[in-house]
């Protein structure tokens, strides 16, 4: 089946750094993938929409400016948190659904990037 | 989206079945029903979906009511494997967009 590939599956970086979390669809193509954030015991939130070839689009309250997303490729998205806090620590998943146009398919999940801000 | 509701937490045997509720009242005639499932660290994998028909894979079963009204995603028998949060979700099939809505799901623990 489809697989969609997440790097790192963990990071801890210090307070103002910047992290860059990698989606990679690895035997299919997606024009869009979707970036969500979870916080412990808490469900999974969209963050954003990747689109190759253009913007992003980000729900309501998050950050664009905090948390660039680029779509460089129709296999690869990158996020990166920019001058990250503390209260960015989270777990961070992508999420790539194959077979565009048709909504009744399944989405598939990368693994997650659990990251620690020191 | 239309909005569905589940149980909070529920726990099984191990070796028994298991059937997980799932009530969305509001389903309008172009949602699909989705479940997912999210094991401890990890991001969410798919287990089944349908739309009007009770459908059966090798992971579940999912029972759709007559109405549509409320679905259970059922485990024949469950394994420790099985642990984990459970979500129900409804996915309109004539948008554009194809992004998934999860709620708060329910954590299955699955006991000796």
């Known amino acids: 089946g489809a697989v969609v590939s997440q790097h790192p599956s963990w990071v801890i970086c210090k307070s103002g750094t910047s992290v860059k979390i990698e989606c990679r669809s690895l035997?299919?193509?997606?024009?869009?993938m979707f970036w969500y954030r979870q916080f412990p015991k808490q469900s999974l939130m969209l963050m954003a929409t990747?689109?190759?070839?253009?913007?992003?689009?980000?729900e309501q309250g998050v950050e664009k400016d905090k948390f660039l997303i680029n779509h460089a490729s129709l296999t690869l998205s990158t996020l990166t948190v920019t001058s990250a806090h503390p209260e960015d620590s989270s777990f961070y998943i992508c999420?790539?659904?194959?077979?565009?146009?048709?909504?009744?398919?399944?989405?598939?999940f990368g693994q997650g990037t659990r990251l620690t801000v020191v | 989206d239309a909005k569905t509701t589940q149980p909070n937490s529920m726990e099984s045997n191990e070796e028994e079945p298991v059937h997980l509720p799932c009530n969305h009242s509001?389903?309008?005639?172009?949602?699909?029903i989705h479940w997912y499932r999210q094991l401890p660290s990890q991001g969410p994998e798919y287990v089944i979906h349908?739309?009007?028909s009770n459908v059966n894979n090798r992971m579940a079963s999912l029972a759709i009511a007559e109405d549509r009204k409320s679905s259970t995603l059922i485990l024949h028998r469950a394994t420790l494997r099985d642990a984990a949060v459970y979500y129900c979700i409804l996915r309109d099939c004539t948008g554009t967009a194809s992004k998934l809505t999860f709620g708060t799901g329910t954590r299955l623990q699955v006991t000796l």
């Open positions: 349908g739309l009007t």
């Open positions: 035997d299919f193509q997606a024009t869009t």
């Open positions: 509001t389903i309008s005639g172009t949602d699909y």
């Open positions: 999420s790539a659904p194959p077979g565009q146009g048709l909504l009744n398919t399944e989405a598939f």
């Open positions: 990747s689109n190759e070839g253009s913007k992003a689009t980000y």
